[in-house]
Structures are given as structure tokens and as C-alpha cells.
């Protein structure tokens, strides 16, 4: 079973060479790198490909000119030879096991989507603070991933994807969030329970610096989206818009989500599918 580790860069050369190293440490051996460049306006490019050299097992494309994060992770996922993709920014890095300890979960045909949890580290990708997820619920209409759960390392298997509306071309922000609603809406999501994943912290970061709000605007966009994809009406009793309108009407049907009682009964629900899979 091959994997595609896809890498969308734009001038983030200066970090990737800690990501490099940690894919060559990888314990799962049968792994492809595919690195799409858009249009970097530093040296990554002379950077990048001085690091990788003669090894045939990364490629590296450039787009024409910048095209935004949505097209080129698209066009990664299309380029990529492998079974299972995931995304890794050149910014970061993976531990050993992480393609590993995912390649065994697909093992199993019913699952379509891996995470795990990931450690955010500083600028020189030193331990800062672990992210606390666990498993989400599976088979569920009402799971848009808010608060967010689902995030690095994600992996994902590309027959199932081609099965999906693709990757949002227009997607600025939140691109990665539409995907894994997509993804989930496909089958089973499995939560590996490890850090798998180092995500730095750095003021070149593009979710990092000043786009908060914007990203928040993008998600609540996402998450209509997959209102309208499921064949929604209501949720908790209340109707959802036609059309959207401000981020504020999406975030407050899922308010309830919020309560006690939803939660325990989430926490219940988790934990019966994780004993009868």
C-alpha cells in the first residue's frame, strides 16, 4: 500500500528541511513525496530542490503562477501516485510511526480517513503543548467537526476521495476542514491516538497571523456547504437558511452541541462503535 505525502509550498523553503529529514526517517518504507511549488517568490525552490537531490521517490512540480492553497493541494491529491495521501506543510514535520500507525488503520477496507494528534511546537519545532482530541462519532449527520477534532496528521485513501466533490478549487482557507467533511460523509473516520504531527508556530504561518476571522468566515462557509450536502432541514429543531448569510446563523445551530447532556450522549455513542467497530 503506497503513500503520498503531498507538500503545497510557498516560501517556506528556509523551514523544510527538518520536514525532509523527518520523511526520510519514516518506519513504513513504500512512500512517494509529491511537492508542489506555488509560485514561491523567495529561494524556496533552489532550496527545496538542492535538499531532495537526485531522489526519485520526491517530485517536484511548480505551478505557472500563485494559484492559492485550494488548487494546489488540489492538484497534488491528482498527481499523487499512492493509496493513501496527507498532507504535510514544509513548515512541519512527522514523527517516525506516523505514516506506519496509519497505513495499518487502512488495513481495514471500511475506513476512508486517519487522524491524530499533533504537537504544537515553536519556531524552532521544539515541544510547546500537545492538541487534545480523541475520536469523533461516526455515521453522523450532525458532525461538522466544530470544535474542530479532526486535524493533523490526516490521511486519507484517494479511490474514496474521487468519490467525493473533490477539493474546493475556490476554498482560500478552511480547504482542509471541506475536505474531511467530504471524507466523512464516505465511510468510517478512525482517531489514532499518538502524536504524529509537529506544527510550528512561526509568524509566516498562514492560520497563525491575521486571518482569524477570515478562517472562521470560511468555515462556517464549509459547514453550510455540508448542511446543504447531507439534504438537511433542521438541526435541533431549528430551520437552516436557504441561502448564507453571516457566519454567526451557521455557528448558532450547533450550539446545543455544546450542553451536557449532548455530550454524554456523544461520549456514549463513541464509545459503544468503538466496542462493536
Same mark, same amino acid.
Given at each position: ?21 523527518? &520523511? ?9 513525496? $509529491?511537492?508542489? *511549488? !506555488? @509560485?514561491? =517568490? ?34 497534488? &491529491? ?9 498532507? $504535510?506543510?514544509? *513548515? !512541519? @514535520?512527522? =514523527? ?143 430551520k437552516i437558511p436557504d441561502e448564507y448569510t453571516h457566519s454567526r446563523e451557521i455557528y448558532s445551530l450547533l450550539e446545543y452541541q455544546h450542553s451536557i447532556p449532548y455530550r454524554i450522549k456523544k461520549k456514549v455513542i463513541i464509545f459503544i462503535q468503538k466496542i462493536f467497530g
Amino acid at each position: 500500500m503506497k503513500f503520498s505525502i503531498l507538500i503545497a509550498n510557498y516560501n517556506n523553503g528556509k523551514y523544510f528541511k527538518e520536514c525532509y529529514d523527518s &520523511i526520510m526517517a519514516q518506519e513504513y518504507r513504500d512512500w512517494e513525496a $509529491v511537492i508542489l *511549488d !506555488d @509560485a514561491s =517568490t523567495d529561494d524556496s525552490v533552489r532550496v527545496i530542490k538542492n535538499i531532495i537531490g537526485s531522489d526519485n521517490r520526491f517530485r517536484f512540480f511548480e505551478n505557472a503562477g500563485n494559484s492559492g492553497v485550494g488548487i494546489t493541494k488540489s492538484k497534488l &491529491i491528482e498527481l499523487a501516485d499512492g493509496d493513501i495521501c496527507g498532507f $504535510v506543510d514544509p *513548515d !512541519d @514535520a512527522i =514523527t517516525p510511526t506516523a505514516i506506519s500507525s496509519s497505513i495499518k488503520n487502512f488495513r481495514k477496507q471500511d475506513v476512508v480517513l486517519t487522524y491524530s494528534r499533533f504537537m504544537s511546537c515553536n519556531d524552532n519545532l521544539q515541544p510547546v503543548s500537545p492538541f487534545v482530541t480523541r475520536q469523533v462519532r461516526n455515521n453522523d449527520h450532525y458532525f461538522f467537526n466544530y470544535p474542530i477534532q479532526i486535524a493533523h496528521f490526516v490521511c486519507f485513501r484517494k479511490k474514496v476521495y474521487r468519490n467525493t466533490e473533490k477539493m474546493n478549487t475556490a476554498m482560500k482557507i478552511a480547504e482542509d476542514q471541506d475536505l474531511y467533511l467530504k471524507m466523512y460523509e464516505k465511510g468510517k473516520v478512525k482517531f489514532i491516538n499518538e502524536i504524529n504531527y509537529l506544527y510550528r508556530l512561526h509568524s509566516g504561518g498562514i492560520s497563525q497571523n491575521d486571518n482569524k476571522s477570515e478562517s472562521y468566515e470560511y468555515f462556517a462557509k464549509v459547514i453550510f456547504s455540508a448542511m446543504k450536502r447531507r439534504g438537511l432541514k433542521k438541526i435541533n429543531g431549528n430551520k437552516i437558511p436557504d441561502e448564507y448569510t453571516h457566519s454567526r446563523e451557521i455557528y448558532s445551530l450547533l450550539e446545543y452541541q455544546h450542553s451536557i447532556p449532548y455530550r454524554i450522549k456523544k461520549k456514549v455513542i463513541i464509545f459503544i462503535q468503538k466496542i462493536f467497530g
